[in-house]
């Protein structure tokens, strides 16, 4: 073989290296997940209708359904890691999980912090309270009473700023049972938490005030570590064409008996 042969064939090398190389350069990052292929979320699977064991023990609900349909989008396997809510977002930065699914509202200070997906599901507000207690019709109520909330939710948050006593709970369950055995006047949550509360508890004696016209609809997103930007980018995407697709309208309709996938 020549010499000029061998340049050509060098110069062939080194155009090829320097095209694969643009190439590789201008590919979308792939998601930097815990495990290749597999999206590790995090939840309570205490929360229903969001997530929790059905009566085989398996865990169901909207949110698990709708993370593993986000999986299939994305062409990654779904694993979940339960923990309590107020343990749950710090979670995150210890990498426990790729990302949160529980219902957790798009605020400023999370989307400083953290990355936040696009809105999936719009919470709707309810006050709930003993049926015959007759001092509780509506948020300005709640002054000096006594509120079975989680602190660090969004509710929790409203009832200290409207005045209420806090009584600490980890979730609903725990805030429903404070206030059937009247250690707490009444709490503010989520009118479809409210509804799958109620349906496993018939006999229970506790009804809602819609207040909804109070606090507005909260946007509920995915919650991801800030240094996951491409995580972010593809759960949108996914959730995007969840909502184009109908996934979204049919789960919630499945769980919550209405439509909460849009504004």
């Known amino acids: 073989?020549?010499?000029?042969?061998?340049?050509?064939?060098?110069?062939?090398?080194?155009?090829?290296?320097?095209?694969?190389?643009?190439?590789?350069?201008?590919?979308?990052?792939?998601?930097?997940?815990?495990?290749?292929?597999?999206?590790?979320?995090?939840?309570?699977?205490?929360?229903?209708?969001?997530?929790?064991?059905?009566?085989?023990?398996?865990?169901?609900?909207?949110?698990?359904?709708?993370?593993?349909?986000?999986?299939?989008?994305?062409?990654?396997?779904?694993?979940?890691?339960?923990?309590?809510?107020?343990?749950?977002?710090?979670?995150?930065?210890?990498?426990?999980?790729?990302?949160v699914i529980n219902n957790i509202g798009i605020r400023p200070d999370r989307e400083k912090n953290y990355r936040m997906s696009e809105p999936y599901l719009y919470s709707k507000s309810v006050l709930i309270k003993r049926s015959g207690e007759t001092d509780l019709n509506s948020l300005a109520d709640i002054k000096d009473k006594t509120m079975a909330q989680s602190l660090t939710s969004n509710y929790g948050q409203v009832a200290q700023q409207k005045g209420a006593n806090i009584k600490a709970v980890a979730g609903i369950v725990e805030a429903m049972n404070l206030i059937t055995t009247n250690r707490a006047d009444g709490s503010l949550n989520d009118q479809g938490a409210f509804a799958a509360w109620k349906k496993a508890n018939p006999d229970a004696d506790l009804t809602t005030v819609d207040i909804s016209k109070d606090i507005q609809s909260v946007p509920t997103g995915v919650l991801m570590n800030k240094k996951n930007a491409a995580l972010q980018k593809d759960m949108n995407k996914a959730i995007s064409e969840l909502k184009k697709d109908g996934t979204l309208t049919k789960l919630s309709k499945k769980y919550f008996g209405m439509d909460l996938s849009h504004d």
């Open 1 to 99: 073989m020549n010499k000029k042969v061998l340049i050509l064939l060098a110069g062939i090398i080194v155009v090829i290296g320097a095209i694969f190389g643009f190439a590789q350069l201008n590919q979308p990052k792939k998601d930097e997940t815990i495990k290749p292929g597999t999206l590790t979320v995090g939840l309570e699977g205490t929360y229903a209708p969001f997530s929790y064991h059905d009566d085989s023990g398996k865990l169901v609900g909207y949110e698990v359904d709708m993370a593993k349909a986000i999986g299939k989008k994305l062409n990654m396997k779904v694993t979940f890691v339960q923990t309590k809510w107020d343990s749950l977002i710090a979670g995150l930065g210890s990498d426990r999980y790729d990302a």
